[in-house]
């Protein structure tokens, strides 16, 4: 390959491979051992370190895809982000979180935290003002998610990594949503990006990881604390992972493509009462959105009419499926009330803006015109079933 860095696509297809030296196979051959030699060699090889061979060649993928130095791999998203935030957080530290987050991550902080004495507070608006109000003289870390999950709030990273680095703090975001291919916040001065692999850099619904990216520094650090914690990845999902990235860019940018089409459509319904799409003009972090994204995503949420049913609104649902998870090539819709953030309590998603009948909205690779003929009948059924009684 020459000098010229590769673009985005080879990047997924051919960075991070193994070469096939025995039998020239055009794909990576697997390495399912649990035990490598331990004398007469370089690197003493063990799972639960993180260094086999078809771990240590996807970490070079995704460092690559994210512009990091270094990474690691992960059982599941939350592993990732329990052991990176454990990783520079101890007893007498304190974080400062925005509120939209996850839902599995804001049950992680308001559990766990408490028990070690890890400090926390939450940030209401996503304004790098409210992040600034919140630093104290023990704040070792600033954790931010962008867009967020559900409501699909955009957060200035450029303003943040500032503000982090001016106060000495490590800042963190959740990535997943965009995915590598619509974003790179280590461009933008973030420290850690974290990923739920799960989800856009595994595209099939068929895994389930997590991803954590930055300096060599960091990922040592990092490293110290994951391998007594014991979250390593199976050397077959890694395999199935690292083909699954090959074709991240093609799917993501069909979905992002996709996505807008569909905001644009579902904010001219008479049905449909509020859209939450950052590549909307109408969307309040829009200018911010198009500023730091290369595309909007392939997520979207959106709240129906108060007359139509939400659950038998999805139940009607042909081809869209009801699914826990998202960003899969097959378009999946959910209740975040009742999934993503039923760990929160009533109250918590209320401060969240989060609504019972609000639905998140994960766009797959089918036709623009097949999802919106599913919505469309998925909403005249339930109104005509309401008229029946």
């Known amino acids: 390959m020459?000098?010229?860095?590769?673009?985005f696509n080879t990047v997924c297809t051919h960075i991070g491979e193994i070469e096939d030296i025995q039998f020239k196979g055009a794909i990576s051959p697997?390495?399912?051992?649990?035990?490598?030699?331990?004398?007469?060699?370089?690197?003493?090889?063990?799972p639960r370190y993180f260094n086999t061979p078809n771990q240590e060649a996807l970490?070079?993928?995704?460092?690559?895809?994210e512009k990091g130095e270094s990474s690691l791999i992960f059982g599941s998203g939350m592993a990732a982000i329990s052991t990176t935030l454990f990783a520079f957080l101890q007893k007498g530290d304190h974080i400062v979180l925005q509120r939209t987050l996850y839902g599995g991550t804001a049950n992680l902080i308001n559990e766990e935290f408490e028990k070690y004495g890890i400090e926390f507070s939450y940030v209401d608006s996503q304004n790098v003002t409210g992040f600034e109000e919140k630093i104290q003289p023990n704040t070792k870390v600033i954790y931010i998610e962008t867009p967020s999950n559900p409501l699909l709030t955009i957060t200035d990273m450029k303003a943040i990594a500032g503000l982090a680095k001016k106060n000495g703090i490590v800042s963190m975001i959740d990535n997943t949503f965009a995915s590598p291919v619509n974003q790179n916040p280590i461009e933008l001065g973030i420290d850690v990006v974290l990923h739920s692999a799960t989800k856009y850099l595994g595209g099939h619904s068929d895994i389930l990881a997590g991803a954590v990216i930055s300096t060599e520094q960091n990922i040592d650090q990092i490293f110290?604390?994951?391998?007594?914690?014991?979250?390593?990845?199976?050397?077959?999902?890694?395999?199935?992972?690292?083909?699954?990235?090959?074709?991240?860019?093609?799917r993501v940018k069909r979905q992002n493509k996709t996505a807008l089409k569909i905001a644009k459509w579902l904010i001219k319904q008479e049905d449909v009462t509020a859209?939450?799409?950052?590549?909307?003009?109408?969307?309040?972090?829009?200018?911010?959105?198009?500023?730091?994204?290369?595309?909007?995503?392939?997520?979207?949420?959106f709240e129906l009419h108060e007359d139509i049913d939400a659950?038998?609104?999805?139940?009607?649902?042909?081809?869209?499926?009801?699914?826990?998870?998202?960003?899969?090539?097959?378009?999946?819709?959910?209740?975040?009330?009742?999934?993503?953030?039923?760990?929160?309590?009533?109250?918590?998603?209320?401060?969240q803006g989060i609504k019972d009948g609000l639905l998140r909205f994960s766009i797959g690779i089918e036709e623009k015109?097949?999802?919106?003929?599913?919505?469309?009948?998925?909403?005249?059924?339930?109104?005509?079933?309401?008229?029946?009684?």
């Open 59 to 65: 970490c070079k993928k995704i460092a690559a895809l």
């Open 275 to 301: 859209v939450y799409y950052p590549g909307l003009k109408s969307h309040p972090d829009y200018e911010i959105a198009k500023e730091q994204m290369r595309g909007f995503g392939g997520m979207l949420s």
């Open 224 to 250: 110290q604390v994951a391998k007594n914690f014991g979250g390593s990845l199976s050397d077959f999902t890694v395999w199935m992972l690292e083909r699954s990235i090959k074709t991240l860019g093609l």
């Open 311 to 351: 659950s038998k609104f999805q139940k009607e649902l042909k081809l869209i499926k009801s699914s826990m998870s998202l960003a899969g090539v097959e378009s999946t819709m959910l209740s975040p009330s009742l999934t993503s953030h039923a760990l929160l309590t009533e109250e918590e998603r209320k401060n």
């Open 369 to 389: 015109e097949d999802l919106i003929e599913d919505i469309q009948q998925a909403i005249q059924k339930v109104k005509k079933l309401a008229l029946q009684y």
């Open 30 to 46: 697997i390495y399912l051992s649990t035990s490598y030699a331990f004398e007469g060699v370089d690197t003493k090889r063990y």
């Open 2 to 7: 020459s000098s010229k860095k590769p673009g």
